[in-house]
């Protein structure tokens, strides 16, 4: 059975520093992985998708990374802003049932 | 882009109260989902559907139902609302071949009292 980890729960950064939120699992035979963010009482909005076949993927100051081998996705968040506060979860797709898996998720705060 | 719209933002419900959930997708997807969110529990699958008339069991069906009379619509139904049904619930939708992730709505608050 797949599982999703993401270590820490939160975090709380300095404004414009450089982070990297991680996410591990245990199986490697993924089809694609998606990180989302979510802000406080709303819904999934996605960030970035990597399929099986990618190493990574950018979109403005996000960047996440995909390493099959070794179980593991990276995001990474250039020169962080009071604006990116908000909980970060990666969720992996499978192919088995059509189901994602998610991490639950770390909270980032951003201070001033 | 794909827009999932769920009907509601907020509701609050009574004991015993049969609710609906309603979940709209506009481009043509196939697959649809149910899920809810719960501090410390995380996302948790209810029910999906790959189709029209189709549905299949996640894991926490018990004391919900869905219905997927048009491939657009995809409805959450509380058979008879509890307490412990208090939560955020979640609507995404998907390509059938998952090549571009899943969208999902702004979810719904529903509070059983």
């Known amino acids: 059975k797949q599982e999703v980890t993401q270590i820490p ?36 909005t996605s960030l970035l998708l990597i399929q099986s076949s990618q190493r990574e993927q950018t979109s ?25 506060s908000a909980t970060y979860l990666c969720a992996l797709f499978t192919g088995a049932n059509s189901k994602l898996t998610f991490g639950k998720g770390i909270t980032l705060s951003v201070r001033p | ?7 509601s933002r907020y509701l609050v419900k009574r004991t015993g109260e049969k609710v609906f959930l309603e979940c709209v997708q506009d481009m043509d997807h196939e697959n649809m989902f149910w899920y809810r969110q719960d501090p410390g529990l995380g996302l948790r699958l209810i029910y999906f559907s790959y189709d029209v008339k189709m549905k299949e069991k ?19 139904i509380l058979e008879s609302a509890s307490t412990n ?18 969208t999902f709505g702004s979810g719904t608050r529903l509070t059983v009292v």
């Open chain 1, 9 to 44: 729960a939160a975090l709380s950064v300095p404004e414009g520093e450089n982070l990297v939120l991680n996410c591990s699992f245990t199986d490697s035979a993924i089809y694609n992985l998606q990180w989302f963010r979510q802000d406080p009482g709303k819904g999934l």
């Open chain 1, 60 to 84: 403005g100051r996000l960047n996440a990374s995909l390493d099959k081998s070794s179980g593991r996705s990276t995001l990474y968040i250039a020169a962080s802003q009071p604006g990116d």
């Open chain 2, 85 to 102: 049904q208090t939560s955020m619930y979640l609507c995404a939708s998907s390509l059938q071949a998952h090549n571009y992730g899943y």
């Open chain 2, 1 to 7: 882009d794909v827009k999932v719209t769920q009907s």
């Open chain 2, 58 to 76: 996640g894991d926490i069906p018990e004391g919900y139902s869905v219905s997927r009379e048009k491939k657009e619509r995809f409805s959450l």
